[in-house]
């Protein structure tokens, strides 16, 4: 599991890179969504925001039960979506996508990258 989060990490890194090379005399901001969603009491999941300004905003989401994980998940998916449509009424679009699982899915992390030219 380790090695396909490496993976995914060396994915994301190349298509930032690759997305920042197209940009010509245009400004090009850039915001990242990032969601931790842990599985059990011993962490709290959140959605971490970075804008194009650097500033870093948290929200905290339900943690995972898998008794209950279709609703929890269905409830974290809104704040994500939500999150994502805020961003692209001010014209940002979606970039990339990544999302992973460490250990035995204890915790799953999205990555949502989204840009916009001025």
Do not use: H, R
């Amino acid at each position: 599991m380790m090695k396909n989060l490496k993976l995914t990490l060396v994915a994301l890194t190349a298509i930032l890179f690759l997305g920042m090379s197209n940009v010509n005399a245009q400004e090009q901001k850039t915001v990242v969504i990032k969601t931790y969603e842990f599985v059990g009491a011993f962490a709290k999941s959140k959605m971490v925001v970075t804008d194009p300004s650097g500033k870093t905003t948290m929200t905290i989401m339900k943690t995972l039960n898998w008794g209950k994980i279709e609703d929890i998940a269905g409830e974290n998916s809104v704040i994500l979506q939500d999150e994502i449509n805020k961003w692209k009424k001010e014209g940002y679009t979606i970039d990339a996508l990544t999302s992973g699982s460490t250990g035995q899915a204890a915790m799953m992390v999205t990555t949502v990258v989204l840009s916009k030219k001025e």
